[in-house]
């Protein structure tokens, strides 16, 4: 395996980078990290040590190809939907897709038709996507070329569905479905899973598994543009060694899940564990509490030494993995039993589901736009992406309507202390919109 090959080199390095493995600058990782040169393969062109591992993904995921990749989900996203569509198609995707697939959808100037998941008002944010939904989406877009869904989401949701057009998963964050007890690896055409975020591997890695024999050729066409032609044999070497962890990893997975069961017998009154159908993915619901879900991250930062991966207005997300700990579930588990005392019961702050809008340029349209204060935006069109990072999935997008609610809506995450970040950085105060002139 490659990782093994690594701790052999023992040449000296007239070749990049620059480091050359010198200690004295004492740069972490710099041992191992190389070019290509012979005998270590070349991810552009993998026919040993990485087609290898390549190889070994595609067993792990019953794949017709996989392709390692060290640019994250976001250059396996990309490539996918180049690899299925021609410039000006049209595509279906779920509002709560990832910002790359947006960014996608611009670069190829596709027309983009939106698919609702079912949402959860209780605590604001999209759930799965339905059969009936998606087979209606399709239906009243014969031409559409693809479908593009996130399952799991973020809050470890899935969505079981069948397309007869291609089906494209952001599985980004399903990397390690099919182990142990956890969910089976989805169905489709094309599926991206992110490495780095549920499996012991470093950030940036990730996999394209690839069901379709007719696209494998397109996907390694656009991986060869959009990924980088200098990929780390650092990163490469961690996705080296976590196949050799996964191969001998159902103790792993066995202690793993037995930590998280014990975790949600923990005896909360008020808080609330929201279990989707990842139970890796820990959700803790504040919605009936007198705290939103920034106050409970910042408490849990704070006085316990705990950082979570993201908060939002009514809830927060802990990720957990096999490398996680039974001291840490523990630790977690006495904390929010902790907080959970100190906490009084409200009603329900529900979050109304967005507004689809009803009026939309293609974000390609909009090539001029202007600093327009939020609070006067209304009935304006969006000329910048508005997203809540995490998880990176856009309020609004160039070329929407900015509606009163979709302002409120910005205004109460802000309110909330939730990460609401603009392509401008002019938020809170300014937002871009489309300039006629």
Same mark, same amino acid.
């Given at each position: ?6 701790? #052999? ?24 990290? %190389? ?30 190809? $996989? ?66 939904? /998606?087979?209606?989406? %399709? ?19 899935? @969505? &079981? ?19 142990? &007890?956890?969910?089976?690896?989805? &169905? ?8 780095? +975020? ?26 060869? %543009? ?8 650092? /990163?490469?070497? @961690? ?10 990893? +159902?103790?792993?997975? $066995? ?9 949600? +017998? ?7 564990? #929201? ?66 005392l100190t906490l009084k019961e409200i009603e329900i702050k529900r979050i109304t589901k967005p507004?689809?809008?009803?009026? #939309?340029?293609k974000s390609s349209e909009v090539t001029k736009t202007k600093a327009n204060l939020l609070s ?29 609610? %979709?302002?409120?809506?910005? &205004? ?13 950085? /002019?938020?809170?105060?300014?937002? /871009? ?5």
């Open positions: 395996m490659l990782h093994n090959d690594l701790e #052999k080199l023992d040449k000296y390095p007239f070749h990049m980078p620059g480091h050359k493995r010198n200690k004295k600058f004492g740069i972490i990782g710099s041992d191992i990290d %190389i070019t290509e040169i012979d005998g270590f393969d070349n991810l552009h062109s993998a026919n040993g040590s990485i087609k290898d591992i390549e190889d070994n993904l595609s067993k792990i995921y019953n794949a017709n190809r $996989s392709f390692m990749l060290i640019n994250g989900s976001t250059v396996g996203l990309l490539s996918a939907i180049f690899a299925v569509t021609e410039r000006g198609n049209k595509i279906i995707i779920a509002r709560n897709c990832h910002k790359s697939v947006y960014n996608a959808c611009y670069l190829r100037e596709l027309e983009v038709i939106y698919i609702e998941p079912d949402y959860d008002e209780n605590d604001g944010y999209y759930t799965s996507v339905s059969q009936d939904t /998606l087979d209606s989406a %399709i239906k009243e877009n014969p031409d559409a070329k693809a479908v593009v869904i996130t399952s799991p989401t973020y809050e470890g949701n899935i @969505s &079981n569905i069948e397309s007869s057009i291609p089906l494209i998963i952001d599985c980004a964050h399903g990397a390690h479905f099919g182990f142990g &007890n956890f969910p089976k690896y989805p &169905n489709g055409d094309i599926i991206i899973s992110s490495l780095h +975020k549920t499996l012991p591997c470093l950030t940036q890695t990730a996999v394209i598994n690839v069901y379709n024999n007719m696209y494998i050729e397109n996907v390694k066409k656009y991986l060869d %543009i959009f990924e980088t032609s200098s990929p780390s044999y650092i /990163l490469m070497s @961690s996705v080296s060694k976590c196949i050799e962890f996964l191969n001998d990893s +159902k103790e792993l997975f $066995s202690s793993y899940e037995e930590n998280l069961k014990e975790l949600y +017998k923990a005896n909360l009154k008020n808080l609330k564990f #929201k279990i989707g159908d990842d139970i890796g993915k820990i959700v803790v619901s504040t919605a009936k509490t007198n705290i939103n879900g920034t106050e409970l991250s910042q408490i849990l930062r704070e006085k316990y030494n705990i950082e979570c991966e993201m908060a939002s207005v009514n809830y927060i997300v802990l990720m957990t993995s096999i490398a996680d700990t039974y001291e840490a579930f523990k630790l977690l588990k006495n904390a929010l039993e902790e907080i959970d507004l689809l809008p009803t009026k #939309k340029y006067d935006a209304k009935d304006k069109i969006c000329g910048e992406y508005i997203y809540a990072y995490p998880p990176d999935i856009p309020i609004i997008v160039p070329g929407e309507l900015i509606t009163e609610s %979709i302002i409120k809506n910005i &205004n109460n995450m802000i309110y909330n202390g939730v990460n609401v970040v603009s392509d401008s950085n /002019l938020l809170p105060e300014y937002i /871009l919109t489309k300039n006629d002139k």
